[in-house]
C-alpha cells in the first residue's frame, strides 16, 4: 500500500531504532523485569529506551488527525505497529501501547480542556499509564450493555460501586487514572444506560483484590486485576462526554484499537515464523533436518500465505477507516479482529510445536506468546461476537426490498 514520504522516514527510523535499541535489549529487559524486588516493577532499560525513543521523534505515532500525533493515517500507522509487535514491550517504548492509547484517543476526542490537562497531557508525556475498567467477573462482558457497576449522581459527585476483573496495567506502579465504565441509568435506553468516568486508583473505597494469571503468566509490569469500587467518590466534572454516552465512546474507541492490536499480532506471527524457520533448521530427527520434511514444509508455507493474507485485509480495513470511517468499516474491522487471532495462534501453535519442548516454557518468549494471543482471543470482544456482527452486517445487504438478487 502506498504511503506519504513522512511514514516512510519514519519507518526507517522505527526499524533503525529496532536494530540499535530494541533487539539488543531483549534480554536486558527481561533479566531486569525478574530480578526486581516487586512483580510488577518496570525494568530501569524501559525508561531509558522511551527517553532514547521520545529524542528520536518516534512518539505518539498512534493517534491520527490530532495535534498531539505524529499526523500519520491509520493505514501509514499499521506498518509501524507491525514492527512495534515483533518485540511484546516495544510499543510501551514509543507511547504507543494499549491501553493507554485508546485511554488516550478517548480524552483527546471525548475529553474537557481540564480533563486534557489533568490526565491527557502527562499520558502523552509518558510520565503516567491507564487502566479501562469494563470487564465484570458476574455477567457476560462481551455484552457491554450486560455491566453492573453503577455510577450514581450525589450532589457533586458521583459514587461509584462495582466490580471489575481483567483490568490491565492496574497494578503498573505508574498507572494514576482509570477510565471506569458503569450505568448511570438502568431505566434509558439499553445503549444510554452507560456513562464512563475517570477514577484515580488511590480514591477511598478501592481495593485491588488480586493479580490475574493466564495460564500462569502475570503479564508484567502491567498486571490483570480484579478490582472492587465500595462507595468511591468522584467529582462530577469527572464524566467524560455526559451521562449515558458510555456505549458510544467505546464503539469511537475501539475500532482503532483492534487496528494497533492485528497489526502488532502480525509482527509477533512474523517474528515467531522467522523463529519457526530458525530451529528447524537447526534440528535433525531420525536422520533428517527437520526443515527438510514434508509435514514441516506444508505447515511453514501455510503459515506464510496466512501471514500475508491477514496483511492484506488489515491494510484494507485501514485504509477504509481513513477514508469512509469507523461505522462503513464495521464489518471489516470485525473480520481483522477474528482473522488476526486466528492466525496468531495457529503461528504460535507452530512456533511451540516446531521447538518441542522448549517451546512449552518461555525460554523462547513463547510460552507468553501463546499465552498472548489466547488473551486477546477475548479481548475486545470474543470472535463469536464479531461474527455476529459480520454476518448481520452481510445478511442486511440483502435483506432490503430493493435488493437484487444473486446471478
Known sequence: MERSSKAGEIMDALNAFMDEHIYPNEAL????????????????????????????GLWNLFLPHSEYGAGLTNAEYAPLAEVMGRVQFASEVFNCSAPDTGNM?????????????????????????????????????????????????????????????????????NTKIYIVMGKTNPDAPRHRQQSQILVE?????????RPLTAFGFYDEPKGQAEI????VRVPASNLILGEGRGFEISQGRLGPGR???????IGQCERMLEQTCRRLLS?????????????????????????????????????????VGNKQARSEISQIKVAAVRVG?????LAVQAHGAAGLCNDFGLGYAFTRMNMIRMGDGPEEVHNRTIARLELKKYSDPGASSAK
Open 228 to 231: 472492587v469500587f465500595d462507595n
Open 105 to 173: 484517543e478517548v480524552l483527546d476526542r471525548y475529553g474537557t480542556p481540564e480533563q486534557k490537562a489533568r490526565w491527557l497531557q502527562p499520558l502523552l508525556d509518558g510520565k503516567i499509564r491507564s487502566s479501562f475498567c469494563m470487564t465484570e467477573p458476574e455477567v457476560a462482558s462481551s455484552d457491554a450493555t450486560n455491566i453492573t457497576t453503577s455510577i450514581d449522581r450525589d450532589g457533586d459527585h458521583y459514587v461509584i460501586n462495582g466490580r471489575k476483573w481483567w483490568i490491565t496495567n492496574a497494578y503498573h506502579p
Open 201 to 209: 486508583p488511590d480514591t477511598p473505597g478501592i481495593s485491588l483484590i
Open 29 to 56: 529487559y527481561e533479566q531486569q523485569l525478574a530480578q526486581g524486588a516487586d512483580r510488577f516493577n518496570v525494568p530501569p532499560i524501559m525508561e531509558e529506551l522511551k527517553a532514547r525513543a521520545r529524542e528520536a
Open 259 to 265: 487496528i494497533h492490536h492485528c497489526m502488532r499480532i
Open 345 to 349: 495462534r495457529s503461528v504460535a501453535d
Open 283 to 323: 534440528r535433525t530427527a531420525f536422520g533428517e533436518v527437520l526443515a527438510d520434511q514434508s509435514l514441516w514444509q506444508d505447515r511453514i508455507a501455510n503459515a506464510r500465505t496466512d501471514i500475508n493474507m491477514l496483511r492484506q485485509l488489515v491494510e484494507h480495513t485501514a485504509h477504509l477507516m481513513d477514508t
